[in-house]
């Protein structure tokens, strides 16, 4: 049988889940004209890099063979992560661009709504039982809480005590609450029981944290390295520290400081993040990641038409990039 790449469900789903977000905006009302403004900017201006907003088209089909009674929620993962990516650059410290039209304040209030309100409004106007309708309105709720604490986490990291495990608990927050939300909504609303539910959020939770290895391998991919430049406390730095004799990780600290603002200390730290032994035990973690997201797949089995995109999305997400 033949399997729908993540890709080509999201080229045909895309228009739809636009429709989903345009009818929410519409249903504010004439009263709430700025809000529409507003969130439409912030939308057109922190476009997705990535069509993600298929997980929960996929962990729907997996149960039922149908993706579209999803579509919602998709709409939820696009709304939720474009709120998600423009407070996170506001959190970096270095602030974040503007969208065209919109002052720093707005493009804030905005978010705040794109994130939170928004989403739980589209839940709210779901034809369902007032169980289900509850259900994943509570998981909207409990997943910007997680993520808010991780967050704070990552943004209170100790740069010469921190620890793999620690990176971990941050990432399980920011990257996988997310992921844990939206496939634990789609499970909940193609009536997976609660067992099945619970395994869908596993895995949700462990592909959000490759997610954000990938996220991470990929910055240093481009030469952005605004990981760098942020002073963010990567899984990377993690496996670099605890490669470092003790007597060395304060200098790994100040050049985690100084790259702030020098190329020097930038490139002193790249270099740092590259080595050899670094980068051997990034990649031994990552695959332990990689076949815990398989093997909750191998449990949860489902419709052989979809499985096999969730399986290539945790490859891709999973991969080992740097050299």
């Known amino acids: 049988m033949n399997s729908l790449s993540s890709v080509d469900l999201h ?5 739809d889940i636009d429709a989903e977000i345009a009818a929410a905006l519409e249903s504010l009302g004439p009263s709430s004209e700025a809000v529409r403004r507003s969130i439409s900017g912030l939308l057109d201006h922190q476009r997705l890099r990535y069509p993600l ?23 939820v993962h696009v ?15 270095h602030g ?6 919109l002052d720093g304040n707005e493009a804030l209030l905005a978010s705040v709504l794109c994130g939170q309100a928004l989403p739980i409004r589209i839940v709210q106007a779901q034809p369902v039982p007032d169980a289900v309708r509850n259900a994943l309105t509570a998981e909207i709720v409990g997943c910007c809480i997680d993520a808010v604490e991780g967050q704070l986490r990552d943004l209170r990291g100790d740069r010469e005590n921190i620890s793999r495990d620690a990176v971990v608990a941050a990432c399980r927050g920011k990257s996988g609450a997310p992921f844990g939300m939206i ?31 990938f996220n991470d391998q990929e910055d240093l991919l481009s030469g ?7 002073g963010t406390v990567t899984y990377l730095l993690a496996c670099a520290l605890e490669e ?8 790994v600290a100040e050049l985690g400081v100084a790259a702030r603002s020098s190329a020097q200390a930038r490139a002193e730290l790249r270099a740092l993040l590259l080595a050899p032994a670094v980068l051997r035990r990034f990649e031994k973690d990552l695959a332990v990641l990689r076949a815990e997201a398989h093997g909750v797949l191998d449990e949860l089995g489902g419709d052989e038409a979809y499985v096999p995109a969730l399986r290539r999305l945790v490859e891709q997400a999973g991969g080992m990039y740097l050299t």
Do not use: K
């Open 11 to 15: 080229r045909q789903v895309s228009p």
């Open 53 to 75: 907003s298929v997980l929960p088209l996929l962990v729907h089909a997996a149960e039922t063979g149908t993706p579209g009674p999803a579509v919602p929620l998709a709409a």
């Open 79 to 93: 709304l939720w992560w474009t709120s998600a990516c423009y407070l996170d650059d506001l959190a970096d410290g």
């Open 96 to 101: 974040a661009h503007t969208p065209a039209g």
């Open 183 to 213: 496939t634990t909504m789609a499970a909940i609303l193609s009536g997976a029981g609660t067992e099945r539910t619970e395994l869908w959020r596993r895995f949700g939770s462990t592909f959000g944290i490759l997610w954000q290895f």
């Open 224 to 230: 952005r390295d605004e990981d760098l430049r942020n």
């Open 244 to 251: 470092t004799p003790p007597g060395s990780r304060a200098r």
